[in-house]
């Protein structure tokens, strides 16, 4: 593959990241085993907030008065987007049970967790819609028992906007607590706290630190640290429009990462002055223009097919294709988040209101996950139904199979089946 950089990124540091599991290794061991004084203690350290944790009806119903009524408008239709697209997921994964050889019938069943938190970061800026997100499809999966947590602003509580959607997707519980110890309270749950089976939500880099280090004692979903966006475009591509948003994924956080892949070399450095010229009328310039400048991509290609092997080696989290004919490299692309076809898809319309999900993997975690959606709150769990035909037909290979391994109790287990007696 034939590729030029026309900007790098810097390397990450392995120091860093020693530094930040340990740290966040410190604060999981406290809250585990000192509990709800461990909250406390992190609460006040890192935000300043005393508690108490658990949001009553009584703030949520104060944060729903003081929000303005296009703020709630806009929220409900995220809301009915974000829903609809996971009803209509979830009624294309069926049930099932057949007949698989005479005697023998075996099916699965879809099954919802018992219960799920949702993190919803509200770090440097209140993400509206990230509660939508995990909320609205464990909400479809038909989770009995719904957490939500989210940490204290500047203000000392859960943003009015954010508190207003928890409870109208129907938040069981929502608790005003952030961090390394949010997800570890979840996780393994505290005086106040019932622990739940299954986290899932974006965050800053403790937080993704913390689900990492809590899977297995808990399911999350997939670790969704900094943002990410790339860019395919060949002569055809709008240099402001790429620029715009490879700009709107960097004001999120200064590790956030944009990659523009091009076949036109005009074009990626019309790209560049572009983004430069951008970045001076943007209000977050400094967040966007540490991210950009650290960690910014652009690279140029021979084609459009090593600009899809590129990225599907990358596995960005968004993936935009702004090419004269956007559907014909879809079949050709298959590591991404979200894929957004043509230039008039912008990331920020599935950001905040189309329907499909924001909260996707991240760090070339699309090679083998695909983003948050209905199916991470269902169990698909197998069952099988055998009569005595079914069990002679089974029974020979699975003698045979455990004499072979020599795992005598198997043997016997299968044989009993065939003669009735050992």
């Known amino acids: ?17 020693k530094a930040l599991r340990q740290r966040v290794e410190e604060i999981l061991e406290r809250v585990k085993t000192e509990g709800d004084a461990a909250l406390l203690h992190y609460s006040q350290t890192f935000d300043k907030f005393p508690g108490p944790f658990r949001v009553g009806p009584e703030k949520i119903a104060a944060a729903t008065a003081e929000l303005p009524a296009q703020i709630i408008e806009g929220l409900d239709f995220a809301i009915e987007r974000v829903t609809a697209f996971a009803r209509a997921q979830r009624e294309r994964i069926q049930e099932f049970e057949q007949e698989m050889i005479p005697g023998v019938r075996m099916g699965h069943r879809l099954v919802p967790v018992n219960s799920a938190a949702a993190y919803v970061p509200a770090g440097r800026y209140p993400c509206l819609t990230s509660a939508v ?16 947590c989210s940490s204290p602003g500047r203000e000392g509580r859960i943003n009015p906007a954010i508190l207003y ?18 997800i570890a309270a979840m996780a393994y749950g505290t005086e106040s706290i019932k622990p739940v089976d299954l986290i899932v939500g974006p965050g800053n880099q403790y937080v993704m630190e913390a689900k990492r280090q809590v899977f297995g004692a808990v399911g999350i979903d997939f670790l969704a640290g900094p943002s990410e966006c790339m860019v395919i475009a060949d002569h055809s591509g709008r240099a402001d429009y790429i620029a715009a948003d490879i700009l709107a994924q960097c004001e999120h956080d200064p590790m956030a990462r944009g990659a523009v892949v091009t076949t036109s070399p005009e074009l990626g450095r019309a790209v560049l002055a572009e983004i430069q010229r951008q970045l001076k009328n943007l209000t977050t310039e400094e967040v966007a223009r ?33 090419t004269e004919n956007p559907r014909v490299l879809l079949p050709q692309l298959n590591a991404y988040g979200s894929l957004f076809l043509g230039q008039a898809a912008a990331e920020v319309f599935a950001d905040k209101v189309a329907g499909t999900n924001h909260i996707l993997p991240t760090g070339r975690g699309a090679r083998y996950t695909g983003g948050l959606w209905v199916g991470h709150f269902l169990k698909v769990i197998t069952h099988q139904w055998v009569d005595e035909r079914g069990a002679k037909v089974l029974a020979p290979y699975s003698v045979r199979q455990a004499e072979f391994e020599t795992m005598d109790a198997h043997r016997r287990a299968a044989l009993i089946r065939l003669t009735n007696k050992l």
């Open 1 to 17: 593959m034939a590729i030029k950089e026309l900007k790098s990124a810097k390397p990450a540091r392995p120091e860093d990241i």
């Open 133 to 148: 997100m995990s909320l609205a499809p464990a909400k479809v999966a038909g989770v009995p028992r719904l957490v939500a």
């Open 165 to 182: 959607t928890m409870d109208a997707l129907g938040a069981d519980e929502i608790y005003c607590l952030g961090g390394a110890q949010a």
């Open 290 to 322: 540490t991210s950009w400048e650290e960690h910014g991509v652009v690279v140029l290609v021979d084609s459009l097919e090593e600009a899809a092997a590129y990225a599907n080696d990358y596995g960005p989290e968004h993936l935009e294709v702004h």
